[in-house]
């Protein structure tokens, strides 16, 4: 009852901004969600309401439109306790009864329109502007896709690279059309490497990058199940990302062959690149410091011999590092350019990266969104000394129809790993989870949380000195 009359509160309004702001303005993921969501009171909770233009033009848009509708309805029942017209009761009570739903779904009307008319037209122009300019631009330009890892070997190539060239990248994780086309307009001239990041999420994106980026190398980090509500099917996911060699050369075609399903669609031709080595050099003697500090390794080709440490941590960061390094080579820096440039990288935010808390050691790794990061995280986990270990997650999203499949995957991986504790939370994958750490025989405890929130700021509470903590993964609001 609560949950219901909520929709009844002036409050209302600024849930349903909220709503609209954090799916981007989309109507239909917007609608989706408002018809999965079972309690208004618990949406607004990971952030607040960001008072924009447009979120503030659109909750004053529909606040009007409810008090009209309001209105109205009381101006009926008036009507006909007064007057008694026929009729006017049923009308009146609909109008009141109806309009927290009426104006929640009218507010797409102008969302889909200004899309239309303004927005899309305006992008249009943003893009052509921008093919342009990377077209004429004499730099090398890198894309960089994959199911995973995409900000990693961004941020990787960036770092080592620029010891010796001058190097411009896409900033954070803004890797779609528009962004690429704002990110053109202040390229720098005299940059020598550009490394373009490409967010792809439904079929034919990898093409539309491509073709306003014009790509002269491309990286694929990997394949796994990711975007699946889009893509339907892992093959769909995987014939988008090779799309990318109608664009360029084979040879500049880089492929990490390190991962579970990637295997089926590694042609001879291509470049390929792992935590075994790549491009003629073979990596060895890998050590992962006890504390989560760092890593090292070797990398050798002939006589030539490399050795490398990095302050990132994890064995499924080998291989795109030591990539990192070999095509720094083969661009033409030094071996001491590569040497500094590689001791430069670090974790980066919410990416498998080692935080204190007390003595406890937390991998926060909640940008994480497939299962090859859980492969990884797990495989770490396993291998970490700790007192004692926990693994915190809310699963995986987007994972379309196999939604199930995926995350019985996902409690298996994190049985095999052996930790003292898994964390939950109580979604609507929580059930399929349970399952897969029941299969892989898991008996360590198992804690349902309610508020994650609550738990992530309550987590110094409950560690202590000489525990290790992964938490992978997050859920947005939009998702349940």
């Known amino acids: 009852m609560m949950s219901l009359l909520e929709m009844y509160r002036p409050r209302f309004v600024t849930t349903l901004a909220y709503m609209l702001q954090s799916t981007e303005y989309l109507a239909w993921p917007y609608v989706r969600w408002f018809w999965r969501t079972q309690d208004f009171r618990s949406v607004i909770r990971r952030r607040g309401f960001v008072p924009t233009r447009p979120a503030r033009a659109l909750r004053a848009l529909m606040a009007a439109g409810m008090f009209v509708q309001f209105s109205l309805g009381v101006s009926l029942l008036v009507q006909w306790l007064w007057q008694g017209y026929d009729g006017s009761w049923q009308w009146g009570i609909a109008l009141l009864v109806s309009y927290p739903i009426v104006w929640s779904h009218l507010v797409t009307i102008p969302l889909m329109a200004g899309r239309w008319l303004i927005i899309e037209p305006r992008q249009r122009s943003m893009i052509r502007s921008a093919a342009k300019i990377f077209a004429a631009h004499p730099g090398i330009r890198l894309a960089v896709m994959g199911s995973y890892g995409k900000t990693s070997m961004k941020e990787l190539l960036r770092t080592v690279l620029s010891e010796g060239k001058r190097v ?7 890797n779609v059309a528009v962004s690429h086309a704002r990110f053109a307009q202040s390229l720098d001239p005299e940059a020598e490497i550009i490394v373009l990041e490409y967010g792809e999420g439904r079929p034919g994106d ?76 073979k990596v060895t003697d890998v050590m992962i410091e006890p504390d989560a500090s760092g890593m090292s390794f070797t990398i050798s080709k002939g006589r030539r011999s490399i050795g490398l440490r990095t302050r990132l941590v994890g064995r499924h960061m080998v291989g795109p590092v030591a990539f990192a390094a070999t095509l720094a080579l083969s661009l033409g820096l030094s071996e001491e350019q590569v040497i500094a440039g590689v001791a430069k990288t670090e974790p980066f935010e919410h990416r498998m990266q080692p935080l204190r808390v007390g003595g406890a050691l937390i991998i926060d790794d909640t940008y994480n969104g497939n299962l090859e990061g859980v492969r990884a995280g797990t495989a770490l986990l396993a291998e970490l000394p700790a007192d004692r270990k926990w693994y915190v997650t809310p699963g995986l999203v987007e994972q379309g129809r196999d939604t199930a499949k995926i995350h019985h995957e996902l409690g298996k991986l994190v049985a095999a790993a052996s930790p003292d504790a898994v964390v939950l939370m109580d979604n609507s994958v929580r059930q399929y989870i349970e399952a897969g750490l ?43």
């Open 206 to 281: 990898i093409a539309r990058f491509a073709e306003l980026t014009a790509p002269t190398h491309a990286i694929v980090t990997g394949l796994a199940p990711a975007h699946l509500d889009r893509y339907r099917s892992l093959d769909r996911v995987a014939k988008d990302l090779f799309s990318i060699s109608r664009f360029v050369d084979v040879g500049r075609l880089y492929v990490n062959r390190d991962g579970k399903d990637i295997g089926p669609y590694l042609s001879k031709d291509l470049v390929k690149y792992g935590s075994s080595g790549g491009m003629g050099w």
């Open 168 to 174: 411009v990248a896409t900033p954070a994780n803004r």
């Open 438 to 480: 029941t299969v892989g025989g898991f008996q360590g405890e198992v804690r349902i949380e309610s508020d994650p929130l609550q738990f992530y700021t309550d987590l110094p509470l409950f560690v202590a000195t000489g525990d290790v903590v992964l938490m992978q993964n997050d859920w947005t609001d939009n998702y349940q």
